[in-house]
């Protein structure tokens, strides 16, 4: 393998819960019960304008999509500029060990400036190569334009790529691509998907990854 992609939301950072508890809130001030766990399991990897579009249809909301939209942006970034986004187990240490050896993107359906923003936070933003977002490709994820355009934009083919996704989602926008796909994810109901591998954190995923890429690692190989 030649090239690691990486999906962002859930995957890099613990910022499910973070979007949970914000779409809740939100979703409240229009008498709409949004539960953190029910966010989770059904909209987890799945874009914002989607999601309001959903609730909009679905409750019969008086706000269009852009509102919603736009409002959930500025309520995200001001609770990361109070609090921050907090970093899954095992991330730091493997991009890290992998930064200089394995050439890395992050491959996200979330807005660029966010994802950005919060690499920079964490350090991490010059440790990959480029950052491509879903929202400035023609179909976002579960689509598979994103990663071919990562593919394209790399100058790697897809059979020489291994993503880390942690949605099904995600996890079908990879294989679309004919990409090999890590799934990262403990709930119970991603544990029946057509992932080439599943494990429950990135702790657990990061022998095998070793595996995948231990020419690079063991050369440090460009």
Same mark, same amino acid.
């Given at each position: 393998m030649q090239t690691l992609f990486f999906d962002f939301d859930g995957t890099l950072v613990d910022s499910e819960t973070f979007h949970a508890d914000n779409w809740s809130a939100?979703?409240?001030t229009y008498g709409v019960t949004l539960t953190a766990a029910d966010f989770i399991e059904y909209y987890a990897g799945v874009t914002w304008p989607k999601i309001a579009k959903h609730f909009i249809d679905s409750y019969q909301l008086s706000v269009d999509v852009v509102t919603i939209t736009t409002d959930m942006e500025a309520l995200t970034e001001a609770k990361i500029r109070q609090?921050? +986004?907090?970093? @899954?187990?095992?991330v730091d240490v493997l991009l890290k060990d992998f930064f200089g050896k394995v050439p890395m993107a992050v491959v996200t359906g979330a807005p660029r400036d966010y994802v950005e923003g919060v690499l920079k936070q964490h350090g991490w933003f010059d440790l990959f190569e480029q950052v491509f977002s879903g929202y400035e490709v023609v179909n976002n994820k579960p689509s598979p334009d994103v990663y071919l355009h990562a593919c394209q934009a790399m100058k790697v083919?897809?059979?020489?790529?291994?993503?880390?996704?942690d949605s099904r989602t995600g996890l079908q926008s990879a294989k679309n691509?004919? +990409?090999?796909? @890590?799934?990262?994810?403990?709930?119970?109901?991603?544990?029946?998907?057509?992932?080439d591998h599943t494990f429950a954190s990135m702790v657990a995923a990061k022998p095998l990854l070793d595996l995948l890429f231990k020419d690079k690692l063991s050369f440090g190989l460009a």
């Open positions: 939100y979703l409240a609090h921050g +986004i907090p970093a @899954l187990p095992g083919q897809s059979h020489q790529v291994v993503a880390v996704e691509a004919e +990409i090999c796909c @890590l799934l990262i994810n403990e709930h119970p109901s991603l544990k029946d998907t057509d992932a």
